[in-house]
């Protein structure tokens, strides 16, 4: 394995290299949950790196390369557990219109090596902030007005949940009642706190309140800055730093996953003791939800300039969870 760099402590292993190479290294089924947010292939060209999957000239040579992966993915889960899988549809290169359907293959792809889809989350975004983003004509105004058989929709984000195969031997069960932490922009309503710390979960109205919330088939209560609340009184981040990672070739698309969709996943699907896999770490988001709710973690990540920015990120989870209690963790705002 031909690694460019690393950092390893007893909490998590940030591995600078390609994340197929480091996979394979891993033991079997020793994984208790992955997260993470592919290259997508046609819309952005990470680096020149021969290994970057977002390289391939094709969609056919991208699944072939991101089948390696699959494949070991499906070896180092643990029985039972869960692939979380960000994606979107992707804007057909060299169209006009029309969207090449990624979640569709990444389902069939993840059936062939021994996960079954559990169903997919659409996460909301604001379609005018897409349209400045991509520059897509078709999501313009004057697309509209012009022929709207030509105008389309901003394609959401999703979240792909797949299960490996076989029996889960440690079950996730929210010990204490259930969910105490919310993530997202809704405010929880006052008159629930009072049932945050009862331990029967039948009664615990709090934790059904954030259940209603992550079982929405649409997450419309994502933050997207870090300028924005948790809902319930925290000051903790929505984003991490990004753009001190870009060299400056870089596309001015760097947008690292929020982190209320990582520390759902990690509420949802995991345990304190587990192992948390990210194969494509970026600038540290999926590390940092990991390590900021207890549970151990795995990153790689082939690009120099996000690895560096990612080991500065998650060197400060520590600090950011004490400047969290401190100020209160789980003040109601009034």
């Known amino acids: 394995m031909a690694l460019i760099d690393q950092v390893i402590t007893e909490r998590y292993a940030l591995y600078n290299g390609d994340c197929v190479e480091v996979v394979c ?30 390289n391939n000239a094709t969609y056919d040579g991208f699944y072939a390369h991101y089948e390696f992966l699959v494949r070991q993915l499906s070896r180092v889960t643990k029985p039972g557990r869960i692939n979380a899988v960000h994606c979107m549809d992707i804007p057909n290169p060299g169209q006009k219109t029309g969207y090449h359907d990624l979640p569709g293959r990444l389902i069939e792809l993840h059936a062939r090596h021994g996960f079954d889809f559990q169903g997919r989350v659409c996460i909301w975004k604001e ?14 105004h004057k697309a509209l007005v012009k022929d709207s058989s030509g105008a389309t ?35 929880v309503p006052a008159d629930l706190w009072q049932y945050r710390d009862e331990p029967e979960q039948s009664q615990n109205k709090f934790s059904h309140w954030i259940w209603r919330q992550y079982a929405s088939s649409v997450w419309m209560d994502i933050r997207t800055a870090n300028s924005q609340s948790a809902g319930d009184g925290r000051k903790c981040k929505a984003i991490l730093s990004y753009k001190d990672a870009r060299d400056p070739d870089d596309e ?4 690292p996953l929020q982190l209320d969709v990582i ?15 990210t194969p494509f770490m970026g600038v540290g988001s999926e590390v940092y939800g990991a390590l900021y709710q207890g549970r151990r973690a795995i990153g790689v990540e082939l690009k120099e300039s996000y690895f560096r920015q990612a080991v500065k990120n998650i060197s400060e989870v520590n600090q950011d969870m004490r400047d969290d209690n401190a100020i209160g963790l789980f003040q109601v705002a009034s």
């Not at 992955?34 to 970057?52: A, H």
């Not at 001015?252 to 947008?255: A, D, E, N």
């Open 25 to 54: 290294d891993l033991p079997a089924n020793s994984v208790g949950l992955s997260v993470y947010s592919p290259p997508f292939c046609g819309l952005y060209n990470y680096s020149s790196d021969d290994r970057d999957m977002s």
């Open 127 to 140: 379609p005018l902030a897409v349209a400045i983003r991509t520059r897509l004509k078709h999501l313009q």
């Open 153 to 187: 929709i901003a394609a959401a984000d999703y979240l792909l949940i797949f299960r490996k195969r076989g029996e889960n031997t440690e079950a996730i069960t929210h010990e204490g009642g259930g969910l105490k932490e919310y993530y997202g922009a809704n405010q």
């Open 252 to 255: 001015k698309h760097v947008h």
């Open 263 to 277: 520390h759902r996943a990690v509420q949802l699907w995991s345990n304190p003791s587990d192992v948390v896999l």
